[in-house]
């Protein structure tokens, strides 16, 4: 399983795993305001720290939403963002493309 480790080092160190389909699914409507920049700013902070949280307890099961949401702010919802999409992306092969039914060149 990809993981993806976050503040390496310190006591916020957070290691998340690919998010499970029934998360996307749960949080899609957010997921796809949030990519478009429609969601509100009130609501991203706290759709970050749920999808971190489930990323993490894939890693750690024993991890709890209060342990992430005291880990995930202002600051790095941005990082953390991305780290979970990064973490749930395969990375393409070399050769390969990103993008479904490309033909590598």
Do not use: H, W, Y
């Not at 993981?3 to 389909?21: C, D, H, R, S, W």
Request: glycine share 6%; proline share 10%.
């Amino acid at each position: 399983m990809k993981t993806i480790t976050l503040f390496k080092g310190t006591p916020q160190q957070l290691v998340l795993g690919p998010l499970l389909a029934a998360t996307i699914r749960d949080n899609k409507e957010a997921i796809n305001l949030a990519e478009t920049a429609q969601l509100p700013p009130s609501e991203m902070l706290p759709l970050v720290s749920r999808l971190a949280a489930a990323c993490a307890r894939r890693v750690d099961p024993a991890i709890t939403d209060d342990q992430v949401d005291n880990i995930v702010d202002m600051s790095n919802f941005g990082e953390v963002f991305m780290a979970v999409f990064g973490a749930s992306i395969p990375k393409p092969a070399p050769g390969e493309s990103t993008e479904a039914g490309s033909v590598p060149g």
